[in-house]
């Protein structure tokens, strides 16, 4: 029975990419302009692919969800590597004024 199962499972490498492919062409900025949060944007998207979906739960098991796990962790690192970059950049946009005529020149300084 498992020989069976097997061989109807979905190979989630080519899922993967599909998702992967779909994703990149979705226009999700479309989805942000009209206010919807990045939750909303990802109910959006798989009720536009909810067939492909459905598949992809009939077809899951424990290995799938351990994959899953791994790449949510990746995503959530990715995530937080984008924010230090946004910080970083702030802090480097942010311009500090030095009065300059205040500013007294020591003998010891030169």
Not at 66 to 81: G, N, P, W
Request: charged share 35%; no cysteine; net charge negative.
């Amino acid at each position: 029975m498992k020989e069976i199962y097997e061989k109807n499972k979905k190979d989630m490498s080519s899922w993967f990419n599909w998702l992967s492919n779909k994703w990149n062409n979705y226009e999700a900025f479309i989805d942000f302009e009209y206010g919807d949060n990045p939750k909303k944007v990802a109910e959006n998207f798989i009720e536009l692919n909810r067939n492909e979906f459905i598949n992809l739960f009939d077809s899951f098991d424990n290995d799938d969800l351990d994959a899953i796990d791994q790449l949510q962790k990746l995503t959530e690192s990715e995530a937080h590597i984008f924010r230090i970059i946004k910080e970083k950049m702030n802090l480097r946009n942010n311009v500090k004024f030095v009065d300059f005529t205040k500013k007294r020149i020591l003998k010891e300084d030169i």
